[in-house]
């Protein structure tokens, strides 16, 4: 892997990794990049492992090859401390709850001596906290240049230094981010690079498509209603009536939350025609009639006073925005793109394209640059296309004329370097369930096995006697079957389910059921962070400080980036196999796609995308050399089905467990194991 990431770096283009569990794919990039002396990006999907890279990975890199490299974190801007807003946070109505002042001032302590302004220093607030949004900005409520404290922002320092940096560190949601500001002629946010590296890729896809496309959200509504009060009652009280504009617009916004209907958790609900399916025509059109009617009234009251303050400005622009927004979901959609509604406590609106392939592949291709070449027929240098595409005319020390080479690069370095990595990218070696949806059909592929021996350390067990997973009782079986595990194992299991409801009810069956010995954690009853210190810590028998035995039931996130390295984790339970639901309209607007090109919406979609979600489940189970475990898929369609064995061989080549009897011995074993090794 480092000697084709090598190659792709000299040469340019497109590399696309899959490199499994233990093959050390961080350092197989990190080295051949930092050796190559060319500025490089590196993005990942969460904050976690942008944290690692920068403050682990690559320092440790730098200081063994002695390279005089310099690195960049780079976050969003709601990561960075906001002055500007910090000292107008007093005068919001949401510093009045209690404890917001006390909060306030440990911010504006910790505000005088900060140098990166980073969010994450502070200790003790939460991002959840609703003081979290008054003292960081937002694409929609930043001043930019016109801000009183340009010259001191955190966030503009921030790019400086990723400005003069060697290697950058990102995530994907500020790269996309930075994709739809350039595009809409906002000032450039990344510094270009010849190198970018995308780890943690396979969610590349979801991540773009969230961006590219249109959104409206009640959170948006509450939010500029939040700021126009605090900013009008503050700057220019007595001139407009803020409290009855704004209580317009929060009421408008509630009573189109109401017309969405009553849901139990999040639900999208689909959206081909006038309407999203399941409301009732006239009264969500008059809804959002009313959102857009009170938006035009707010907008008017700004634009009374936008003279007066560079903040009136933006939150005119702002709700201008917003009533564009109300005028394109009050139209029928973009039938080149998917709509739906997603319902919850909020109502957010979406329009995106079906995956990122056509703006994705715009990106990444080559800009080819020979010698001889006219100027008149390169493009524009500070276009997208020349920023994106690795054009040498923004090489440091670069000299205007035609046809010349980077700065102090190789002989023959000149396009543009994408690289891809993830240990999960599909079922098949094309890894066609990547490529196709970002557009890299001319990538350069490859799979790297990972070193650890499966079938000497995990086993995969199908419960055979399991009801069917859509029957009503099926929960309550796998929760049956988990407490039969945990009375041999003593904690040390993970429940993964692939619905939030799976999740509750075995939850509840093993909170009520379980050994008062045992310590059930459930996803959403406590802070996800705690949730995973606490499951790490272990326990149960000859445990040294006397902890409970540990199982997390758990969903969604917990499916990936959850690593428990050691014996704290032995047994990884899966309910049923994730398959799409039926229902959801993205999905089913990319299955309508693929019928159309005459594939088959099972075999080339919801098949691919369960098979990479398994593969992401049972990954969390063997993630050192020494690592024991067993994989249990309460799905008997995984053994009954034909497409089961195509399922089976995307999984870690694990030995097979025939029966309930073999289990139990598995689970007998794997506690010997661990008791002889003075767990």
């Given at each position: 892997m480092a000697m084709a990431v090598s190659r792709t770096v000299q040469e340019g283009g497109q590399l696309v990794v899959e490199a499994g569990t233990g093959t050390g794919k961080t350092y197989a990039y990190l080295v051949p990049v930092l050796l190559s002396g060319q500025r490089a990006l590196v993005s990942t999907a969460t904050k976690a492992l942008q944290d690692q890279l920068f403050s682990r990975d690559i320092p440790r890199l730098v200081e063994v090859l002695g390279l005089p490299i310099r690195v960049a974190l780079l976050k969003g801007r709601g990561n960075y401390l906001c002055l500007h807003r910090m000292e107008q946070a007093r005068h919001s109505p949401d510093s009045a709850q209690p404890g917001a002042q006390k909060a306030l001032a440990k911010i504006e302590t910790w505000a005088q001596s900060t140098r990166s302004g980073d969010m994450a220093e502070l200790t003790g607030l939460d991002e959840r906290s609703s003081l979290w949004p008054l003292v960081t900005s937002t694409r929609d409520n930043c001043l930019g240049s016109t801000c009183p404290r340009y010259r001191a922002c955190h966030v503009n320092l921030a790019r400086k230094e990723a400005m003069a940096a060697d290697v950058v560190v990102i995530n994907h949601h500020l790269f996309f981010a930075d994709m739809a500001v350039r595009e809409s002629g906002v000032a450039e946010l990344l510094p270009t690079v010849r190198v970018t590296v995308f780890d943690e890729a396979h969610q590349l896809n979801e991540i773009g498509v969230n961006f590219l496309g249109q959104q409206l959200s009640t959170v948006q509504l509450h939010e500029l209603v939040r700021d126009a009060l605090g900013t009008g009652l503050q700057l220019a009280r007595g001139l407009v009536d803020w409290q009855a504009l704004s209580a317009a617009l929060e009421k408008a916004a509630r009573d189109w939350r109401l017309a969405a209907g009553m849901h139990r958790g999040s639900v999208r609900l689909r959206w081909t025609g006038q309407h999203p399916e399941g409301v009732a025509p006239d009264e969500w059109s008059d809804a959002l009639q009313a959102v857009s009617s009170a938006l035009v009234d707010l907008q008017n009251g700004l634009d009374m006073v936008s003279e007066l303050a560079p903040d009136f400005q933006r939150l005119g622009e702002r709700t201008r925005e917003l009533v564009q927004r109300a005028t394109l979901f009050a139209q029928t959609p973009n039938p080149e793109g998917v709509r739906w509604a997603e319902v919850s406590a909020q109502l957010r609106l979406i329009e995106s394209p079906l995956d990122i392939a056509q703006a994705f592949s715009a990106l990444t291709r080559s800009v080819p640059v020979t010698p001889g070449s006219a100027p008149e027929t390169l493009p524009d240098p500070d276009s997208l296309e020349a920023l994106m595409a690795g054009d040498p005319r923004h090489a440091a020390g670069h000299v205007a004329t035609a046809g010349n080479a980077p700065s102090g690069a190789a002989p023959g370095v000149g396009q543009r370097a994408w690289v891809f990595t993830s240990a999960t990218l599909g079922d098949e070696p094309s890894l066609r369930w990547f490529t196709?949806?970002?557009?890299?059909?001319?990538?350069?592929?490859?799979?790297?096995?990972?070193?650890?021996?499966?079938?000497?350390?995990?086993?995969?067990?199908?419960?055979?006697?399991?009801?069917?997973?859509?029957?009503?009782?099926?929960a309550t079986q796998v929760a049956r079957l988990v407490l039969e595990a945990l009375a041999i194992l003593g904690g040390r299991t993970l429940v993964l389910t692939t619905t939030l409801n799976a999740m509750r009810s075995i939850g509840e069956h093993l909170q009520a059921q379980g050994d008062s010995s045992l310590e059930v954690l459930v996803q959403g009853q406590s802070p996800k962070r705690r949730l995973m210190e606490r499951f790490r810590q272990g326990g149960g028998q000859g445990d040294a400080q006397g902890r409970a035995g540990c199982v997390l039931v758990a969903s969604a996130s917990f499916w990936e980036g959850f690593d428990v390295p050691g014996d704290a984790l032995q047994l990884v339970v899966i309910d049923k196999l994730p398959f799409p639901p039926p229902g959801d309209p993205l999905f089913e607007a990319r299955s309508q796609r693929i019928t159309l090109q005459g594939k088959s919406a099972f075999a080339d979609h919801a098949l691919p995308e369960a098979a990479v979600s398994l593969k992401q489940g049972a990954g969390r189970l063997i993630r050192n050399e020494t690592d024991r475990g067993i994989l249990v898929v309460c799905d008997n369609r995984l053994s009954t089905m034909s497409y089961g064995r195509r399922l089976v061989r995307g999984l870690p080549p694990m030995r097979r467990l025939e029966d309930h009897a073999a289990f139990l011995e598995a689970l007998r074993q794997l506690t010997t194991d661990a008791t002889s090794c003075g767990l």
């Amino acid at each position: 892997m480092a000697m084709a990431v090598s190659r792709t770096v000299q040469e340019g283009g497109q590399l696309v990794v899959e490199a499994g569990t233990g093959t050390g794919k961080t350092y197989a990039y990190l080295v051949p990049v930092l050796l190559s002396g060319q500025r490089a990006l590196v993005s990942t999907a969460t904050k976690a492992l942008q944290d690692q890279l920068f403050s682990r990975d690559i320092p440790r890199l730098v200081e063994v090859l002695g390279l005089p490299i310099r690195v960049a974190l780079l976050k969003g801007r709601g990561n960075y401390l906001c002055l500007h807003r910090m000292e107008q946070a007093r005068h919001s109505p949401d510093s009045a709850q209690p404890g917001a002042q006390k909060a306030l001032a440990k911010i504006e302590t910790w505000a005088q001596s900060t140098r990166s302004g980073d969010m994450a220093e502070l200790t003790g607030l939460d991002e959840r906290s609703s003081l979290w949004p008054l003292v960081t900005s937002t694409r929609d409520n930043c001043l930019g240049s016109t801000c009183p404290r340009y010259r001191a922002c955190h966030v503009n320092l921030a790019r400086k230094e990723a400005m003069a940096a060697d290697v950058v560190v990102i995530n994907h949601h500020l790269f996309f981010a930075d994709m739809a500001v350039r595009e809409s002629g906002v000032a450039e946010l990344l510094p270009t690079v010849r190198v970018t590296v995308f780890d943690e890729a396979h969610q590349l896809n979801e991540i773009g498509v969230n961006f590219l496309g249109q959104q409206l959200s009640t959170v948006q509504l509450h939010e500029l209603v939040r700021d126009a009060l605090g900013t009008g009652l503050q700057l220019a009280r007595g001139l407009v009536d803020w409290q009855a504009l704004s209580a317009a617009l929060e009421k408008a916004a509630r009573d189109w939350r109401l017309a969405a209907g009553m849901h139990r958790g999040s639900v999208r609900l689909r959206w081909t025609g006038q309407h999203p399916e399941g409301v009732a025509p006239d009264e969500w059109s008059d809804a959002l009639q009313a959102v857009s009617s009170a938006l035009v009234d707010l907008q008017n009251g700004l634009d009374m006073v936008s003279e007066l303050a560079p903040d009136f400005q933006r939150l005119g622009e702002r709700t201008r925005e917003l009533v564009q927004r109300a005028t394109l979901f009050a139209q029928t959609p973009n039938p080149e793109g998917v709509r739906w509604a997603e319902v919850s406590a909020q109502l957010r609106l979406i329009e995106s394209p079906l995956d990122i392939a056509q703006a994705f592949s715009a990106l990444t291709r080559s800009v080819p640059v020979t010698p001889g070449s006219a100027p008149e027929t390169l493009p524009d240098p500070d276009s997208l296309e020349a920023l994106m595409a690795g054009d040498p005319r923004h090489a440091a020390g670069h000299v205007a004329t035609a046809g010349n080479a980077p700065s102090g690069a190789a002989p023959g370095v000149g396009q543009r370097a994408w690289v891809f990595t993830s240990a999960t990218l599909g079922d098949e070696p094309s890894l066609r369930w990547f490529t196709e949806p970002c557009g890299l059909s001319s990538a350069e592929v490859m799979q790297v096995n990972s070193p650890f021996d499966y079938a000497q350390q995990a086993a995969l067990y199908v419960p055979p006697h399991l009801p069917r997973p859509g029957d009503p009782g099926h929960a309550t079986q796998v929760a049956r079957l988990v407490l039969e595990a945990l009375a041999i194992l003593g904690g040390r299991t993970l429940v993964l389910t692939t619905t939030l409801n799976a999740m509750r009810s075995i939850g509840e069956h093993l909170q009520a059921q379980g050994d008062s010995s045992l310590e059930v954690l459930v996803q959403g009853q406590s802070p996800k962070r705690r949730l995973m210190e606490r499951f790490r810590q272990g326990g149960g028998q000859g445990d040294a400080q006397g902890r409970a035995g540990c199982v997390l039931v758990a969903s969604a996130s917990f499916w990936e980036g959850f690593d428990v390295p050691g014996d704290a984790l032995q047994l990884v339970v899966i309910d049923k196999l994730p398959f799409p639901p039926p229902g959801d309209p993205l999905f089913e607007a990319r299955s309508q796609r693929i019928t159309l090109q005459g594939k088959s919406a099972f075999a080339d979609h919801a098949l691919p995308e369960a098979a990479v979600s398994l593969k992401q489940g049972a990954g969390r189970l063997i993630r050192n050399e020494t690592d024991r475990g067993i994989l249990v898929v309460c799905d008997n369609r995984l053994s009954t089905m034909s497409y089961g064995r195509r399922l089976v061989r995307g999984l870690p080549p694990m030995r097979r467990l025939e029966d309930h009897a073999a289990f139990l011995e598995a689970l007998r074993q794997l506690t010997t194991d661990a008791t002889s090794c003075g767990l």
